[in-house]
T-cell receptor, first 115, second 111 residues
C-alpha cells in the first residue's frame, strides 16, 4: 500500500458527461501529480500541483482541469467526455520538498470507461 | 524532450529463471524509478535509483547515469512477477519533476 488513495476505482459514464476523480496524497506530501494511461499513448503526465498551486502542465486537454485543496487532496475534472478519454488515471504524490529529486508514489488508479 | 526506451518489449520466462530488463534514456536525469504494474493495474514502486545499485530480495537495479542506462535484474522468477515493468525518469532540465515513462517490458512467467 503506497499510502495514496484514489476514488472511485471504476467509473462508467457516457459521452458528453463530466466526472470528478479524487486523490488523497500520502500524509504530509505536498506534491500531487496526475497521469493518464491509455492503450495508445502509454503513461503520460497531465498536471502537477504543489501545496495548492499549479506547477506544471503536460499533455492535458482543455476539457480537463484539476485543483488541490487546503487539506492537500486533489481532484481531476474531466468534462465533455469522449470515447478516447477512456483510460486509467493515476495520481502520485511525493515528499514535502518541492523539486525534482523526490520519489513518487502512485495510487491504485481510477479506471474510466466512456460509452 | 528526453526519450526513454525499454527492452525487450516482451519477455516469457519459465518459473525459476533469471532476467535482465534494460532502460536507456537520451539525456541526463535527476530521478529514475522502476515500477511493476500488476495484472490489476496497480503501479508498485520497485526502486528509486538515479544512480548506483540497490537490491531488494530477488530484485536488484543498477543505474549508470553517465552512460544513460539502467538495468533491472529479476532472479528466480515467480509467476507473481508477471506484469509490466516500467522505467520512468525526470529529465535534468525538467520543470517540476514529472516522470517520463518508457513503454514498458511485459513479463510473463510460466509455471
Amino acid at each position: 500500500d503506497s499510502g495514496v488513495t484514489q476514488t472511485p476505482k471504476h467509473l462508467i459514464t457516457a459521452t458528453g458527461q463530466r466526472v470528478t476523480l479524487r486523490c488523497s496524497p500520502r500524509s504530509e506530501d505536498l506534491s500531487v501529480y496526475w497521469y493518464q494511461q491509455s492503450l495508445d499513448q502509454g503513461l503520460q503526465f497531465l498536471i502537477h500541483y504543489y501545496n495548492g498551486e499549479e506547477r506544471a502542465k503536460g499533455n492535458i486537454l482543455e476539457r480537463f482541469s484539476a485543483q488541490q485543496f487546503p487539506d492537500l487532496h486533489s481532484e481531476l475534472n474531466l468534462s465533455s467526455l469522449e470515447l478516447g478519454d477512456s483510460a486509467l488515471y493515476f495520481c502520485a504524490s511525493s515528499s514535502r520538498t518541492s523539486g525534482v529529486r523526490n520519489e513518487q508514489f502512485f495510487g491504485p488508479g481510477t479506471r474510466l470507461t466512456v460509452l | 524532450g528526453i526519450q526513454v526506451e525499454q527492452s525487450p518489449p516482451d519477455l516469457i520466462l519459465q518459473e525459476g529463471a533469471n532476467s535482465t530488463l534494460r532502460c536507456n534514456f537520451s539525456d541526463s536525469v535527476n530521478n529514475l524509478q522502476w515500477f511493476h504494474q500488476n495484472p490489476w493495474g496497480q503501479l508498485i514502486n520497485l526502486f528509486y535509483i538515479p544512480s548506483g545499485t540497490k537490491q531488494n530480495g530477488r530484485l536488484s537495479a543498477t543505474t549508470v547515469a553517465t552512460e544513460r542506462y539502467s538495468l533491472l535484474y529479476i532472479s528466480s522468477s515467480q509467476t507473481t512477477d508477471s506484469g509490466v515493468y516500467f522505467c520512468a525518469v525526470v529529465d535534468y532540465g525538467g520543470s517540476q519533476g514529472n516522470l517520463i515513462f518508457g513503454k514498458g517490458t511485459k513479463l510473463s512467467v510460466k509455471p
